[in-house]
């Protein structure tokens, strides 16, 4: 078993401008250090016409999905060849959906021939970004369903709405966060604010992640998990949020952690 991965940063100019010139397309998921996705919220194309590896810009950000977590399915060497290969179209599922780079994902994939689901706290969120989106996509292409990230059964019941839907998920993009909508030095912030940032951001995270390993550890077909990180990711400061740079630095230790255990996997 396998389950080597790397955090997903929003990239510098200098990343930008090699995830634009990129060539690669959806298929390399067999080499998932080559798979790049660039969305934006406003969904405004630039010349690129390769709905799966786009070049989107705005003064909302960029999504840069690269080394994702590769789940390999857990079978026994006399069933090996019952293993399936990944192949388009894809299952996704992306939490934290129905507004913003999510939401944007949710249309890039389903452009590009995938079926979704889509998930939020929010149930009225979830069932307005459903609604627009099978108008313009079609109802067969995308579900959704209320999902708190930080509740462990929220969790465990998306799994199974994933796998009542879909049978399988293909692609797990963990995009769910939260900086409790406050923007001031620690000392001013509120117990309440504090845990929503921690609980939604670290503790969500991790129990997406362990609810998609186990899922995806039991499919044909494995899985890939992708974790959407974000300002504070890379150790800069974060000086009027500091539990959020906390918190989205953490996804890249948490994801090294996971990388080591997977070496450790391969040499044992």
């Given at each position: 078993?396998?389950?080597?991965?790397?955090?997903?940063?929003?990239?510098?100019?200098?990343?930008?401008?090699?995830?634009?010139?990129?060539?690669?397309q959806f298929?390399?998921?067999?080499?998932?250090?080559?798979?790049?996705?660039?969305?934006?919220?406003?969904?405004?194309?630039?010349?690129?016409?390769?709905?799966?590896?786009?070049?989107?810009?705005?003064?909302?950000?960029?999504?840069?999905?690269?080394?994702?977590?590769?789940?390999?399915?857990?079978?026994?060497?006399?069933?090996?060849?019952?293993?399936?290969?990944?192949?388009?179209?894809?299952?996704?599922?992306?939490?934290?959906?129905?507004?913003?780079?999510?939401?944007?994902?949710?249309?890039?994939?389903?452009?590009?021939?995938?079926?979704?689901?889509?998930?939020?706290?929010?149930?009225?969120?979830?069932?307005?970004?459903?609604?627009?989106?099978?108008?313009?996509?079609?109802?067969?292409?995308?579900?959704?369903?209320?999902?708190?990230?930080?509740?462990?059964?929220?969790?465990?019941?998306?799994?199974?709405?994933?796998?009542?839907?879909?049978?399988?998920?293909?692609?797990?993009?963990?995009?769910?966060?939260?900086n409790a909508?406050?923007?001031?030095?620690?000392?001013?912030?509120?117990?309440?604010?504090?845990?929503?940032?921690?609980?939604?951001?670290?503790?969500?995270?991790?129990?997406?992640?362990?609810?998609a390993i186990?899922?995806?550890?039991?499919?044909?077909?494995?899985?890939?998990?992708?974790?959407?990180?974000?300002?504070?990711?890379?150790?800069?400061?974060?000086?009027?949020?500091?539990?959020?740079?906390?918190?989205?630095?953490?996804?890249?230790?948490?994801?090294?952690?996971?990388?080591?255990?997977?070496?450790?996997?391969?040499?044992?």
């Amino acid at each position: 078993m396998a389950i080597p991965c790397a955090s997903l940063p929003f990239p510098s100019s200098s990343l930008l401008l090699k995830a634009s010139s990129f060539s690669s397309q959806f298929p390399p998921l067999l080499s998932p250090s080559h798979l790049f996705l660039t969305v934006c919220s406003r969904h405004t194309p630039a010349k690129s016409t390769n709905a799966r590896n786009s070049y989107y810009t705005n003064n909302t950000g960029i999504a840069y999905l690269n080394y994702p977590v590769v789940v390999k399915a857990q079978t026994s060497s006399s069933s090996a060849l019952s293993r399936e290969p990944m192949l388009p179209p894809f299952n996704v599922l992306i939490t934290g959906s129905t507004k913003g780079i999510g939401y944007a994902l949710a249309k890039e994939f389903l452009k590009a021939g995938d079926n979704v689901i889509i998930c939020s706290r929010s149930a009225e969120r979830v069932e307005s970004a459903v609604q627009s989106l099978r108008e313009e996509f079609g109802e067969q292409r995308v579900w959704g369903t209320k999902c708190d990230v930080k509740e462990g059964k929220d969790v465990k019941d998306l799994v199974a709405f994933a796998q009542e839907s879909l049978k399988y998920i293909d692609i797990w993009i963990n995009n769910a966060g939260s900086n409790a909508y406050s923007y001031k030095p620690l000392a001013e912030a509120s117990d309440e604010d504090l845990i929503e940032v921690v609980t939604t951001n670290t503790l969500g995270l991790m129990i997406c992640c362990r609810e998609a390993i186990k899922m995806m550890l039991n499919q044909p077909r494995g899985g890939h998990i992708f974790n959407i990180d974000g300002a504070g990711s890379d150790g800069r400061p974060t000086p009027r949020f500091a539990a959020y740079g906390a918190t989205k630095r953490s996804v890249v230790h948490l994801t090294k952690s996971l990388q080591v255990h997977t070496q450790l996997s391969f040499q044992g």
